[in-house]
């Protein structure tokens, strides 16, 4: 009799540890397997979900056939609190282990319209932009000012659920165009109590949701900012003439405003880390602009001679070392190239007429140099105006 239990039971171990075995090995299967979409969806993660409603949602759209299964997925691989906040594309018969991969894997959201306010240096805009499912690129439908009449393709925009809404902060914005900027983002509620420090603000494309706070958008570009400037002086060059993270961040900010161009920023750096080591004034026109406005606005005209000569605390034609604050909100590149200059002889650079600049270590040399630039600007200012209607 004992042995004729013993021998049902291991049986029917035998049989359940079978059916665990072809369970598992079904749900593996199926995780892997082609998806029941037909046609493709846009799925919108938001920041604080979690796996449990994003599941629900694919299972509701009819993505996934067992939101179950799908969390379960998620759980053995590690995947469940690696949610990353987005708008993604769910093509056709999309399996869940793809679909997984997509939300966890982030990076830029990959489909349905987007808004972006743009902050920039001169001007701000909105801009509405759709996904083009051919190219896998957004197409610009619609830009505007702030302040002008919204067109139609940005309410329409406004009311799809699977919209995504950026604010894109521009590299050398100062903080005071950042507040300003954020006013028009009706997206977002409350205001910034005061202005933040200027450099404390990351230039970079912030995801944002409706009902979020201007204050909460300053607090994470801030957070961003230090962190970027902690990393880069951790890893600074040896033997720079900065004595602080501060230090360098004024500098950064002197660096961006003086060149938009990405591969000129480590010469620029060197030239004013030279100067700084041999005692010399920086005598760069943007402290003296940043004196006059303080930040307030663009100057739109050029510097006068009594402004070159005005003792503001910023003008660096008047002021020995680095002036008292930054003079904008420096990027990540630029951060680095203050902290890791090129190795250079340089002091002196002036305009090349193409958008660069020319470097020269001699006063000599720089002289030739803005000689140069003064016959390029004599050319330009005799051309003849282009005619309305031509090119």
Known sequence: MWKALASNALTLLLVLLFLAGGVILWGREEFVAEGPLDAPICLRVERGTNMARVSDTLAREGAITSGTLFRLGADYGDKTGALKAGSYLVPEKASMANILDTVTRGGASTCGTEVVWRVGVT?????????????????????????????????????????????????????????????????????????????????????????????????????????????????????????????????????????????????????????????????????????????????????????????????????????????????????????????????????DGTGGHAFAVTLDEHRANVEKWRKIESERAAEPSPVQGQN
């Open 123 to 351: 001007a701000a805009s909105v801009q509405v932009r759709e996904l083009d499912p051919t190219t896998g690129r957004y197409v610009e439908t619609a830009e505007f000012a702030p302040g002008e009449a919204a067109p139609a393709p940005y309410t329409k925009a406004r009311a799809e659920p699977g919209t995504r809404f950026r604010v894109a902060v521009a590299e050398g914005v100062t903080s005071w165009q950042v507040v300003e900027g954020l006013k028009a983002v009706d997206l977002l509620t409350g205001d910034v109590p005061a202005v933040p420090p200027e450099g404390s603000l990351a230039p970079d494309s912030y995801e944002v949701a409706q009902g979020d706070t201007r204050s909460a958008l300053i607090d994470r570009m801030t957070a961003a900012q230090r962190t970027t400037l902690a990393n880069a002086w951790a890893n600074r060059a040896p033997n720079l003439p900065l004595a602080s993270p501060e230090e360098a961040l004024i500098l950064a900010s002197i660096i961006e405003k003086e060149t938009g161009i990405a591969a000129e920023r480590g010469q620029v750096a060197s030239v004013f880390v030279n100067r700084l080591n041999r005692g010399m004034r920086l005598q760069t026109d943007p402290t003296v602009i940043y004196g006059v406005t303080k930040g307030q606005g663009v100057l739109g005209r050029g510097l006068r001679q009594s402004e070159l000569r005005a003792a503001t605390p910023w003008n660096t034609y008047v002021i020995e070392g680095l002036p008292p604050t930054p003079i904008a909100n420096p990027g990540s590149a630029s951060i680095e190239a203050a902290l890791n200059p090129l190795a250079t002889d340089y002091v002196f650079f002036v305009a």
